[in-house]
């Protein structure tokens, strides 16, 4: 039987996790601002939760109804069979999102559901499961959009980004499915020589590693989708059985990365050794204005500091003339991909932009800019 699913991505990722889903076998792919609707059999969300780098969650779909007013919301959730989903010791938390939702409390919406699910346990079980809004077994997702209503069984759990294997970051940390997107937009494939000179806790060297040695994402965590009665773990675990053949040993891999920072560098090694891929990436403590390219091409990608980072922005704007110069003289062959939220950045590091793509990091808005960095002049 067929499920309809919504995946919600990094803005801006909606057309890679497209292809993404339809590589993992998903039917029906519908982008939409924020994420992807897909179809599939129920084992599908197992696959898409272990595979995906660039989802955020997998949310199944239980219900899609018109609604008007708060009693609409609550007779929709009440009528669901939720008792034959999860058990009534499991913990809950509903969580609400509208666009142009014409009631006048979300707050009081939320709470509608909450009854509503609370409810119909009572009717059936006699006892109604308990509210956790820390760490809740299930989390159940309402979008109240101007007529419609859709509700979700959230089939992860913690969001997707959370793999499992970077316990220490940096102040403004980069979320691992915003870089594993970054690093597929950029057209890096595995084996390309890749340098993160602003390494920072080493999200981008995680998430190329896992991606060179064939690592799926969710190996090393489990899902919210293990705690309901529809679970079949027979096929989980042939499914984990089959990602884990299909990885590749740990070797050396052409992967690098520096930090002028030696806490950075600290971190990022913390985190390397506990992917237990400390032995695939090299890592140096380096200014990125004193580097130099560590093969003849590649791919260089940056999350710039923007402010909160490393000082103010003008101090910021000081150096993107000198980074424009490191990259004229010490990257030629190289395509560089730096990721900011200075928006006005293109214009002080005076080089030729080749393409510039609206991503956010959270509800951060950023340009991620590429440069093809050639023999010759390409100062603008």
Request: charged content about 20%.
């Amino acid at each position: 039987m067929s499920e309809q699913f919504f995946a919600p991505c990094p803005r801006g990722l909606e057309t890679p996790l497209s292809k993404e889903l339809a590589a993992l076998g998903a039917e029906g792919i519908k982008a939409t601002d924020g994420g992807v609707h897909f179809s599939g059999p129920g084992a599908l969300s197992y696959r898409v939760n272990l595979h995906s780098r660039l989802a955020s969650r997998v949310l199944w779909r239980v219900a899609k109804a018109r609604y008007s007013t708060e009693q609409h919301v609550y007779d929709t959730a009440r009528a669901l069979p939720w008792d034959e989903w999860f058990n009534v010791l499991r913990t809950i938390k509903i969580n609400m999102t509208g666009i142009k939702c014409p009631l006048k409390s979300l707050d009081f919406a939320t709470l509608k559901i909450k009854d509503a699910v609370c409810d119909k346990f009572r009717e059936v079980t006699g006892e109604r499961p308990s509210v956790d809004t820390h760490a809740p077994d299930i989390r159940i997702h309402a979008f109240l959009e101007e007529s419609w209503m859709t509700l979700y069984v959230d089939t992860s759990g913690d969001a997707l980004f959370k793999r499992g294997v970077r316990q220490y970051t940096n102040i403004a940390p980069l979320r691992e499915n915003l870089a594993a997107g970054i690093l597929l937009l950029s057209g890096w494939q595995p084996g390309t020589p890749l340098l993160d000179p602003m390494c920072g806790s080493g999200t981008f060297l995680i998430e190329a590693a896992q991606m060179s040695l064939n690592i799926a994402p969710g190996i090393g965590r489990h899902f919210a989708f293990e705690k309901l009665h529809t679970f079949n773990e027979e096929k989980w675990q042939a499914m984990r059985a089959e990602a884990i053949a299909a990885q590749k040993p740990v070797t050396p891999l052409p992967i690098y990365g520096s930090d002028l920072y030696g806490d950075a560098l600290k971190t990022a090694h913390l985190n390397l050794e506990n992917a237990g891929l400390l032995q695939a990436v090299s890592l140096k403590q380096a200014n990125v204005l004193e580097i130099t390219a560590p093969a003849d091409h590649g791919v260089l990608v940056a999350n710039l500091p923007y402010g909160e980072r490393m000082g103010e922005l003008d101090e910021m704007r000081v150096l993107y003339p000198q980074l424009g110069d490191v990259l004229k003289q010490k990257f030629k062959g190289w395509n560089a991909y730096l990721l900011t939220a200075d928006l006005e950045m293109p214009k002080f590091i005076r080089l030729s932009v080749s393409r510039r793509t609206p991503l956010f990091n959270g509800a951060l808005e950023c340009r991620l800019f590429e440069y093809k960095v050639v023999a010759g002049s390409n100062r603008k």
